[in-house]
């Protein structure tokens, strides 16, 4: 959806997220720097107010969000903004608050003022220790134990609600790990699978918070990036879901990536150390069915794991060297 004066224009929240700078990024060089605000409660960093429009935003303070979004004549939401799985171990209420008081703001500023679209991530963390853990069907058991897990099948619970209810076009992927190169993730399960290229590059060294032969799916960013746009670009009357499609892209091994990135630093050692992530990690799928998503809206991943790690190696490297 390109911004008109009709349609409005595109509203970020946790733009300096992981997802959200690359998002903000992609977002800008579609649609106009101009047109796509760039909002978090975190400092923005240069590469964010040098391009377009920036704000702080609370996502739990709903008057500051109705009055930007009245400002900014918001037609179209990306609301990225959360806390995730380990960090809501930690701090349960703050993951509520901000996870679920967040959305409920979201979803009432937009009806309020007729904001067209939002896209509203879910997450493998859905999912619980009874989902089926091979090929997770799109329909299937969502009885996640982290309080991470319990916001997002609300949410799109909630979405669902909205949708019905007041007509509102929400939609969401219950993405995988991501695995990106320009921002770090913050207070993920997956975090894992992001720290170990940080570190074969500055140190040589990992110790890995999960063990060995920990699976879970996981997906690169530039595969992330083009899904949500992809998603959010579908023609309604097409979806039948709403904020909760399954996605798959890649399945591996915490020892698999290990190995993977030694064939191209054989220095590299790795050694792991499960903490309480492996339990979160336990109760998560291997491999996901995501035969709505490719039907539906003609999902299609690009990025198998040798080129993702040829990929991440090359940017992370560059990017270190530059810092
Ligand atoms: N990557 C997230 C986490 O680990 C899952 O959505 O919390």
């Not at 099948?153 to 995988?176: C, N, Q, S």
């Not at 997956?190 to 996981?218: H, K, N, Q």
């Amino acid at each position: 959806m390109t911004p008109t004066p009709d349609t409005g224009r595109i509203l970020v929240t946790g733009a300096c997220g992981q997802i959200g700078t690359e998002l903000t990024a992609a977002l800008r060089a579609r649609h106009g720097g101009e047109n796509v605000v760039a909002t978090d409660v975190a400092p923005m960093p240069r590469a964010l107010t040098d391009c377009g429009p920036t704000e702080r935003l609370d996502v739990t303070d709903r008057d500051a969000l109705l009055a930007l979004v009245r400002k900014h004549r918001i037609g179209v939401i990306y609301h990225m903004a959360a806390i995730l799985s380990a960090t809501g171990e930690e701090k349960p209420r703050l993951a509520w608050a901000v996870n679920i008081g967040g959305l409920y703001n979201v979803l009432e500023v937009a009806v309020e003022t007729g904001v067209e679209r939002i896209y509203h991530p879910s997450s493998i963390a859905a999912f619980g220790p009874e989902t089926p853990k091979d090929m997770t069907p799109q329909e299937t058991v969502l009885r996640p134990t982290t309080m991470y897990g319990v916001t997002k099948v609300t949410g799109e619970m909630l979405g669902a609600y909205y949708h019905r209810r007041f007509g509102l076009d929400i939609r969401g992927i219950r993405y995988p790990g991501v695995i990106s190169s320009e921002t770090p993730p913050g207070g993920g399960t997956t975090d894992y699978a992001v720290a170990i290229f940080y570190e074969a590059i500055r140190s040589g060294r990992y110790t890995c918070f999960v063990r060995e032969d920990t699976v879970l799916p996981m997906i690169y960013m530039p595969d992330t990036i083009r899904a949500t746009l992809q998603l959010m670009d579908a023609d309604a009357s097409k979806l039948r879901h709403a904020a909760e499609y399954n996605l798959a892209s890649l399945t591996f091994s915490a020892g698999e990536l290990a190995a993977e990135i030694k064939k191209r630093l054989p220095h590299f050692e790795v050694e792991y150390k499960p903490d309480f992530r492996q339990q979160i990690a336990d109760t998560w799928p291997k491999t996901i069915d995501d035969s709505a998503a490719r039907a539906e809206w003609g999902w299609q991943p690009q990025y198998n794991l040798g080129a993702m790690v040829d990929d991440m190696l090359e940017k992370l490297t560059a990017r270190l060297r530059r810092d």
